[in-house]
């Protein structure tokens, strides 16, 4: 089912439009902040890298206005006096993509993960992007323009579950579940904003993601034993895959902004590439669900 003609929204413009990316510093996040600016944006990047945001300020300042802010988006003051600056700076927000995100360490079996490990996937990936839409949104609704709120979801956890990665997983259902809240909610109190989860996807993504225990709070560390599975790297991830037989082409994180933009433009409210094996796996989950058993998941080896 697409959109009901109440949700429906004319297309936003991007000349000139301001727009917030957290996690804008790297990966996925600065393939958006880039296409953002190609098409005449202003963006402003809130990350907790101090040198990946200025290394992409510099990097990216030459295609239009970027700006960096230092910000832990699990921070509620922080946040605060984010939104704050840049109301101060540009006097509106037009888009808010809600991009950082972060592992939950290594993964492991579900009754080894640590409640700080909880705590630090949790925190960056479900109450930041609360804490950025709670902060954002009622301002971006008071100013009565047209808008978007861009979740960044995942596959693992938005339609199925890796099971080897529950946190994170369970972390990104909570995402998709919310937005969908959120968007019927900007729907149907008559704003002029709408929402969209993105499931960044279309092959390997080569981003800082394997490593995002460099961003792990001393406070949030985990206190017992190792789960016996270290983090992945990006290429041994790759290995594994292709070892399995999977197709590991990688994906251009330029070319996967520009989508994410383009999509949130045309205020699409999924927004993924190469849907078809996803669409097969949500009939099938739909049919265990009919028969009482337990859907099959995303079918990465366990
Ligand atoms: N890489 C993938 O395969 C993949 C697949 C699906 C979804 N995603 C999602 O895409 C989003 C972007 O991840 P990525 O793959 O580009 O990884 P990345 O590590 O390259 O980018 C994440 C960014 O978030 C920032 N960040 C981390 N903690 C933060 C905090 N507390 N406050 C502010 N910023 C913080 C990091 O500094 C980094 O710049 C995440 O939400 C991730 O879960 C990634």
Redesign the pocket.
């Known amino acids: 089912m697409g959109e009901t003609n109440a949700s429906a929204a004319p297309p936003l413009q991007l000349e000139g439009a301001v727009a917030v990316v957290?996690?804008g510093?790297?990966?996925?996040?600065r393939g958006i902040v880039g296409a953002l600016l190609r098409r005449g944006a202003t963006a402003v990047i809130?990350?907790?890298?101090k040198a990946?945001i200025e290394a992409a300020v510099e990097g990216l300042s030459a295609h239009g206005p970027v700006t960096g802010h230092q910000?832990?988006?699990?921070d509620e003051d922080a946040v605060a006096t984010l939104a704050d600056a840049v109301y101060d700076a540009h006097g509106r927000v037009d888009l808010l993509f809600n991009?950082?995100?972060?592992t939950s360490g290594g993964g492991g079996k579900p009754w080894q993960q640590e409640p700080n490990d909880w705590r630090w996937c949790f925190g960056?990936?479900v109450f930041?992007m609360a804490i950025c839409t709670s902060t954002f949104v009622p301002r971006m609704i008071e100013g009565g323009r047209p808008g978007q709120v861009v979740n960044?979801s995942?596959?693992?956890g938005g339609f199925a579950p890796v099971p080897m990665a529950s946190v994170y997983a369970a972390s990104?259902a909570a995402v998709s579940c919310f937005t969908e809240s959120l968007h019927h909610n900007l729907v149907s109190d008559g704003t002029a904003l709408r929402a969209s989860v993105f499931?960044?996807s279309g092959g390997l993504?080569r981003?800082?993601?394997f490593t995002?225990a460099r961003?792990r709070p001393e406070h949030l560390a985990r206190r017992g034993e190792a789960t016996g599975r270290k983090s992945m790297t990006f290429d041994e991830m790759k290995a594994m895959l292709a070892k399995g037989g999977r197709d590991v082409t990688e994906a251009d994180l330029d070319e996967l902004g520009d989508f994410a933009v383009t999509e949130a433009a045309a205020r699409r409210y999924i927004i993924a590439r190469d849907l078809d094996h996803t669409v097969a796996l949500l009939h099938r989950r739909a049919d265990a669900i009919a028969h009482r058993e337990i859907p099959p998941h995303h079918g990465m080896p366990l």
């Open positions: 957290t996690g510093a790297g990966g996925i996040g809130a990350d907790v890298e990946a910000v832990d988006i699990t991009n950082a995100g972060v960056v990936n930041g960044t995942s596959g693992d990104k499931y960044p993504l981003t800082g993601l995002a961003n």
